[in-house]
């Protein structure tokens, strides 16, 4: 039965009320997806990982450290008595990006890239040999397992912060250890995608 007491419509507009001050107060959270993108976590694990030659020392502990065996490695011997990585090929049909090849490392040779988007209509196009697994402006290393990397890029958009991207906490500071390879920069401002934040 009715509240004789309360008004006719009070709940419909209480509900409105909300709606409105949740869509004046709150940023827009969605984007014109595949054409602008939302900046990922710098944590990320996507889907792509990324190798450095130059850091490289043809060890294999990371292929040994692959439960899924998707690191193929073949070395050869220099004059100098040092290896280096004749083949270098990662499976990316077959990896379940669980990061163990990357902390594995003792070189800080391999990382977790930023990458969200392998589609493609060939497994075999997912097999990637180690020209294209080396750091590019395309194939940037995300801060996962490096903390050299993470201080280096722009804060994730939505969700982790709860507010706006520019109130995100700061990026710890890069502690003492490897510098980051040649090429690891930040996403730059003529990226092929618009990265979007909150407004
Ligand atoms: S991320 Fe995991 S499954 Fe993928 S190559 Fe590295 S160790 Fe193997
Ligand atoms: S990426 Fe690291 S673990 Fe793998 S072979 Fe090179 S140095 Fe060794």
């Known amino acids: 039965m009715a509240?004789?007491?309360?008004p006719l419509g009070q709940g419909i507009?209480?509900?409105?009320?909300?709606?409105?001050?949740?869509?004046?107060?709150?940023?827009?959270?969605?984007?014109?997806?595949?054409?602008?993108?939302?900046?990922?976590?710098?944590?990320?694990r996507g889907c792509d990982l990324?190798?450095?030659?130059?850091?490289c020392t043809a060890c294999c502990t990371c292929a040994k450290s692959c439960?899924?065996?998707?690191?193929?490695?073949?070395?050869r011997l220099r004059p100098d008595n040092t290896r280096e990585a004749v083949v270098f090929e990662i499976d990316h049909g077959r990896t379940m990006f669980c990061g163990l090849c990357v902390e594995s490392c003792p070189f800080d040779a391999i990382h977790m890239g930023k990458a969200s988007e392998r589609a493609t209509y060939s497994r075999e196009s997912l097999v990637l040999p180690k020209e294209k697994?080396?750091?590019?402006?395309?194939?940037?290393?995300?801060?996962?397992?490096?903390?050299?990397?993470?201080?280096?890029?722009?804060?994730q958009t939505l969700l982790v912060y709860g507010g706006r991207a520019s109130e995100g906490p700061a990026a710890p500071a890069a502690p003492a250890g490897p510098p980051a390879p040649a090429g690891a920069t930040p996403p730059a401002a003529g990226a092929p995608k618009e990265k979007v934040g909150v407004k």
Do not use: C, M
């Open 133 to 155: 697994l080396t750091i590019s402006p395309e194939r940037q290393p995300s801060g996962y397992f490096r903390p050299q990397f993470e201080a280096e890029l722009p804060p």
């Open 50 to 55: 990324v190798w450095d030659p130059e850091r």
């Open 67 to 75: 439960p899924q065996g998707n690191i193929r490695i073949e070395t």
């Open 13 to 44: 507009l209480k509900g409105l009320a909300l709606t409105l001050k949740h869509f004046l107060a709150r940023p827009i959270i969605t984007v014109q997806y595949p054409e602008q993108t939302l900046v990922h976590s710098r944590r990320l």
């Open 3 to 6: 509240d004789a007491k309360k």
